[in-house]
């Protein structure tokens, strides 16, 4: 199993800045794709920005030119850098990964989800 922990939300002022970091951990597996969505309170799950291990990534449009994804592949690391932020981006965020690991020998395929981490502007 893939586990993974993010850290880095909290409280800020609108125009203000949070750097959001996650990192798996577990036993022998392959990231390929990593992610991070949010949900906020009666919405659903939206992807906000996801990036390859090759580093392409992808941007909802709401946070096209304020949010930066990037990864650390030797640290299986993928942060999100939120600058100009709005009470609208106020939510729980969600790193997500996928790729293989190793069950007896065997490499499957696998999607971790990790525990969420609350962001909310208001000020």
């Known amino acids: 199993q893939v586990q993974l922990v993010e850290s880095g939300g909290g409280l800020v002022q609108p125009g203000g800045s949070l750097r959001l970091s996650c990192v798996a951990s577990?036993?022998?597996?392959?990231?390929?794709?990593m992610a991070w969505y949010r949900q906020a309170p009666g919405k659903e799950r939206e992807l906000v920005a996801d990036?390859?291990?090759?580093?392409?990534?992808n941007y909802v449009d709401s946070v096209k030119g304020r949010f930066t994804i990037s990864r650390d592949n030797a640290k299986n690391a993928v942060y999100l850098e939120m600058n100009g932020l709005k009470s609208e981006d106020t939510a729980a965020y969600f790193c997500n990964a996928d790729g293989l690991i190793d069950v007896g020998g065997s490499w499957q395929t696998f999607t971790s989800w990790g525990q969420g981490t609350q962001v909310t502007v208001s000020g």
């Open positions: 990036i390859t291990a090759r580093g392409t990534w």
């Open positions: 577990g036993s022998q597996f392959k990231i390929n794709g």
